[in-house]
T-cell receptor, first 113, second 114 residues
């Protein structure tokens, strides 16, 4: 019940394309859902986060879509660039303790020029 | 805001030795977290502090692991009698004890046990 399942494990997209990564959670007590980006040798960096009271949140080229009834959320990267090549992690927690995150397994994104 | 700082960046040790890592959180953050990340996996929660109090420890944190946060500022994570299975990236992160406060990670300490 604590798991967050992420897919796909890896993704190759052409420059300018849309990258889509999906996550599903089980624990209905989760109410904070961030996405992190991680480059090799670096710590994860927060990209964008959403609460379940909204169905979509957009920041620049990054959009989270949230489906509370299906317990699923996804990250869309519009106009993907080679600099977006990294590993992306979805995560979930309770809003009162956003530091205690359950992470997905990660998606390695490669954007080809 | 200088970010979360971790030292050392890399540590190579022999099995059975003790190691200690240090984390300096963002100065105004009162919550500090330790995570472990193995290759190809997402980070896993180990423990967290609010100010100087250690509020929760994961079952992943065996008796050989101990963490402290004296005076509620920097934190140390010690691993005693290291094993090869302890090889991982140890990440520190900090945030405020406020609803929806984002978690900021350091760049980690990469531990290799030979």
């Amino acid at each position: 019940q604590q798991q967050v399942k992420q897919s796909p494990q890896s993704l190759i997209v052409q420059k300018g394309g849309i990258s889509i990564i999906n996550c599903a959670y089980e624990n209905t007590a989760f109410d904070y859902f961030p996405w992190y980006q991680q480059f090799p040798g670096k710590g994860p960096a927060l990209l964008i986060a959403i609460r379940p009271d909204v169905s979509e949140k957009k920041e620049g080229r990054f959009t989270i879509s949230f489906n509370k009834s299906a317990k699923q959320f996804s990250l869309h990267i519009m106009d993907s660039q080679p600099g977006d090549s990294a590993t992306y992690f979805c995560a979930a927690s309770k809003a009162g303790n956003t530091g205690k995150l359950i992470f997905g397994q990660g998606t390695t994104l490669q954007v080809k020029p | 805001d200088t970010g979360v700082s971790q030292n050392p960046r890399h540590k190579i040790t022999k099995r059975g030795q003790n190691v200690t890592f240090r984390c300096d959180p963002i100065s105004e953050h009162n919550r500090l977290y330790w995570y472990r990340q193995t290759l190809g996996q997402g980070p896993e929660f180990l423990t967290y502090f609010q100010n100087e109090a250690q509020l929760e420890k994961s079952r992943l944190l065996s008796d050989r692991f101990s963490a402290e946060r004296p005076k509620g500022s920097f934190s140390t994570l010690e691993i005693q009698r290291t094993e090869q299975g302890d090889s991982a990236m140890y990440l520190c992160a900090s945030t405020l004890s406020r609803v929806n406060s984002p978690l900021h990670f350091g760049n980690g300490t990469r531990l290799t046990v030979t």
